[in-house]
């Protein structure tokens, strides 16, 4: 009986807020389990953290400060890919951004960076619109049952964005390169990065320094895509290889 | 300079209006080329007819019944995977609908049947549901440089949706799966058929249905994906397969 009750989506703990055994849900996640879900003291939950913790609760109470949780089972890293995928997309209009974010948070992204391109036409975003999409980004993840909530940032440049990556394995959506399968795999144990051009394409200038980068050139396939289309392409075929990668391995 | 004014995306031409070396856009593609791209006599552009043919042309006339073009090039299969893609996505809410059939089309799906299963909780679409659809599905076809419009379907039942196909590679998106690349590849020359279930998934009667349908359960990775991410997650794995394939074959 008690499983009947249990919430089928984790509710989002602010990792502040977990301390020992106990965790408090801030007021709108309070508000959502005890009105929506009709949860007593006793009934079971389940919370995630966004940097890798979720968390097996039994309500413990309700107070001015938002439900109280005692922690009976916690897991680390659940439902993460083994390693880290940067994305690097060019800024694009926000209807699309939106949805980089959302099926990128769901379909494992560990860092979005809207780069205001030479072709974007526009500065990089403020920090009320990457608030905004941090807000998609934690619903997506509570959603999907991951576990880490995806960076979000706007870097002013690809050199810029660029300047901040490690010696990452690192592949760029270009129609003139080879599909994924057949480049010499590598090692995918280390971190991803994936560049994804704006509309319009990257420049001269912007391609120059990817090639520079070490960037490989992966073909998504003989027509166009669009760039959050392009995107979404380029993380679920690394997302398939980690998981094939990782079978393999057990 | 002809170059400079060709529009860059493809006009939408009725197979019906294409008769020997001479083309005639309708009305809304007519006005579209003249008023927003310019187009005088002489100007050229591009035409695809959605079922595998894509046209250049240039503008000869523009009258009464639209902008007729006189073909100069014509290419078969223009921006098609090598093998048909049918999708059977188990029908969801239009907002999500009209992704997968945004993406799904831009990525290359052959067909796409939105069937009402038994947690779908809803009839099938009606006519002017689909007739909405295959306007998107147009749309995405003429910007991703397809040849081909996916045909929509809403099938009443599985069992109906998979009655009508035949021998084909066979893949259903499913947890309890195994990554694509670690299947025994099989011939992926055959059509190819993917089962997505509706949010809440398929039942354990449609269960049954696939698994005598000779489905291979494929794992999209470590966490829940929603209905339309898997959809369009399984599409791109296929797609790059599909395409890694072909490239080893030249």
Known sequence: MRDARHPDTPFWV????????????DSVESHHLV???RAAPGST??????IGGTYRCVLESIGESGAVGRIVERWQGSGELAVPITMLVGLLDSGPAELVVEFGSALGATAIDFVACA????PPLAESRLDRL?????SAI???????LPALRSSGSLAHALSGLG???RLLADPGGVPFMTVPRGRLECPVVLAVGPPGGFDDGELACLREGEFDCISLGPNRLATETAALALLVIIRNALCSNNLRAI
């Open 14 to 25: 602010e990792p502040a807020n977990v301390s020992g055994d106990r965790l408090n849900l």
């Open 35 to 37: 009105r929506v879900h």
């Open 45 to 50: 939950f389940d919370a995630v953290d966004g």
């Open 119 to 122: 072709r974007s036409g526009r």
């Open 134 to 138: 941090t807000r998609i980004a934690r």
């Open 142 to 148: 509570k959603q999907s049952r991951r576990s880490r």
């Open 167 to 169: 010696g990452e394995r």
